[in-house]
């Protein structure tokens, strides 16, 4: 068996490490610098952190944070259309999730001879175009280190995964300032969906001991940090840890893959616009309560990286003991678990099992294969 991994070039860590961007024009001699943002960022002043170091560069840019959260394809194209008439030579994303993905997605298609739809049909056409920076404010969903960016389809009511190598960002920056005042909730929701991946990844069909060296060290960062990092904002030394777990998650996903856990979320967001951590929380532990019979051995070999002081339990009490765990951090970080807060109701389970099982791309990853009367089941628990 052969396996491979593929993660930015360069990645600066650290509280203030955004100054590393100096050197990073200076080294691609970028004259005009292309930034994603959103306006919630921007309000925030953390765009301004970034803005000062490009003017005291002497260094043009323009800014486009008309970015809809949880984008659709089309919300992307209508950027791209602002961003085609603009020039520049790098690109540099500071945001969340949907803030780099739409960045990554302008790096393959600026001045590109294909759109955003032919890569939701064919996403090897993608070729990269100009190179990325990507500086994240939150600490979970680990697309600075991916090469996928997942977007709403609206017409099929669901998400959809663009994946290609092209989209590996060239540079990181995990500058910890960046979460320092973030809201509890995004904690939550960014941490368990970073957890979500850690997870996911090392039990996954396609791990390989590359995948699974990232997975693991995310894992012990993230179980350790992600309670402290909740409920004391001021503790810096668990919200940094839960940053560098959250991108060794997404580097993780380069080498292995999410399973079912993100298969079944992505019918919550496209429809509902449940917030893709947020629906991660609410079917994680019942995902891997169905997959514990399947990967048990591969639960308990985390657990051990993990939790090494409960070496002497057997392989079925740690992987219980995992989905426990995952069980308690969801309930300890308030993330509300039942889909009828969100409006979804009794009547939307056929939509959701159809949308669910054709999640393909996720659902082959997954260790235990998933019937239709199994994404059901799964559901149904969550639909108290």
Same mark, same amino acid.
């Given at each position: ?11 600066? *860590? ?13 080294? %691609?001699?970028?004259?005009k ?8 960022? !921007?309000?925030? *002043? ?13 260094? @043009? ?12 394809y ?7 259309? @602002?961003?085609?008439?603009? $020039? ?7 945001? *969340?999730? $949907?803030?780099?993905?739409? /960045? ?7 001045? /590109?001879? &294909? ?23 939150? =600490?979970?969903?680990?697309? @600075? ?12 009511? +669901? ?20 979460? !320092? ?50 409920n ?12 560098t ?17 993100h298969?079944? +979320? ?5 429809? &509902? ?9 609410? #079917?994680?532990?019942h995902?891997?309560e169905?997959?514990?019979?399947? =990967?048990?051995?591969?639960? /308990? ?5 993990? &939790? ?8 079925? %009490? ?42 393909? !791309?996720? #659902? ?11 994404? !059901?089941?799964?559901? #149904?628990?969550?639909?108290?």
């Amino acid at each position: 068996m052969s396996y491979q991994i593929k993660i930015p070039s360069c990645i600066f *860590g650290g509280a203030g490490s955004i100054e590393n961007v100096k050197a990073v024009i200076e080294k %691609e001699n970028a004259k005009k610098v292309i930034i994603f943002t959103d306006k919630g960022i !921007r309000s925030t *002043g953390l765009l301004d952190l970034l803005t000062d170091i490009l003017e005291e560069n002497k260094t @043009e840019y323009q800014v486009f944070d008309d970015l809809a959260c949880e984008p659709s394809y089309q919300d992307v194209e209508k950027v791209m259309k @602002e961003v085609e008439n603009t $020039s520049g030579d790098l690109i540099i994303a500071i945001g *969340g999730g $949907s803030v780099m993905d739409a /960045a990554k997605l302008c790096c393959v298609l600026k001045d /590109a001879d &294909y759109t955003i739809k032919d890569l939701l049909n064919d996403p090897m056409l993608a070729k990269k175009q100009i190179k990325t920076v990507m500086i994240p404010t939150t =600490c979970g969903t680990g697309s @600075e280190a991916t090469c996928n960016a997942i977007v709403a389809v609206p017409e099929e009511q +669901s998400k959809k995964g663009i994946v290609n190598d092209s989209m590996i960002p060239d540079y990181v920056v995990l500058d910890s300032n960046m979460i !320092r005042k973030l809201p509890k909730s995004i904690v939550a929701a960014t941490g368990v969906d970073a957890l979500a991946h850690v997870v996911e990844c090392f039990t996954s069909k396609k791990a390989t001991p590359f995948s699974d060296t990232y997975a693991a060290a995310g894992a012990k960062l993230i179980f350790h940090n992600i309670r402290e990092a909740y409920n004391n904002p001021d503790n810096m030394e668990a919200k940094s840890n839960m940053m560098t777990g959250a991108f060794y998650g997404g580097v993780a996903i380069t080498g292995s893959g999410t399973t079912a856990v993100h298969a079944l +979320s992505y019918p919550l967001g496209g429809k &509902y616009h449940i917030a893709h951590g947020v629906s991660n929380a609410i #079917l994680f532990a019942h995902v891997m309560e169905f997959n514990k019979d399947a =990967c048990s051995k591969r639960l /308990a070999i985390l657990c051990d990286a993990v &939790y090494p002081e409960l070496a002497g339990k057997s392989e079925d %009490e740690k992987a219980q003991y995992m989905i426990d765990q995952i069980a308690d951090i969801v309930k300890v970080t308030n993330i509300p678990t039942d889909l009828k807060e969100f409006g979804v109701k009794p009547e939307d389970l056929d939509f959701l099992v159809d949308a669910g099982s054709k999640q393909q !791309r996720l #659902l082959v990853n997954n260790m235990k294969e998933l019937s239709l009367d199994d994404i !059901r089941n799964i559901y #149904l628990k969550v639909l108290k």
